[in-house]
């Protein structure tokens, strides 16, 4: 069974940074390796749905953003360690939400994980 553990979110003040990571663990990724999964940060805030933030090709080398968080997070990936990470700067108050990773449409998704909370204070 493979297990996604987001962790580094907290409360930040307006301008602040955060780095998060996701790591991935399992004996193998549905008979694949992790490093043949595209993978995403997604996120939820209160009452809306969750939506991609940005999304990293199998050996790093392509990167997706959204409009909103474009030129303020970058995404990266470390395949030796089956693990994600989402450094957030500049943060604003609606970048608030319970962040996730996950893979994508094309190369597959697992099981959710817990998601790790980020708080952006004004």
């Known amino acids: 069974q493979v297990q996604l553990v987001e962790s580094g979110g907290g409360l930040v003040q307006a301008g602040g940074s955060l780095r998060l990571s996701c790591a991935a663990s399992g004996r193998t990724f549905n008979g694949r390796a992790f490093n043949e999964y595209n993978m995403g940060w997604f996120r939820q805030a209160p009452g809306k749905e969750r939506e991609l933030v940005a999304r990293?090709?199998?050996?790093?080398?392509?990167?997706y953003y959204a409009d909103s968080v474009k030129g303020r997070f970058t995404i990266s990936r470390d395949n030796s360690k089956n693990t994600v990470y989402l450094q957030m700067n500049n943060l604003k108050p609606e970048d608030t939400a319970i962040y996730y990773c996950?893979?994508?449409?094309?190369?597959?998704?697992?099981?959710w994980g817990q998601g790790t909370q980020v708080t952006v204070s004004s």
């Open positions: 990293i090709g199998r050996s790093g080398g392509s990167t």
């Open positions: 996950n893979g994508d449409p094309a190369t597959g998704y697992f099981p």
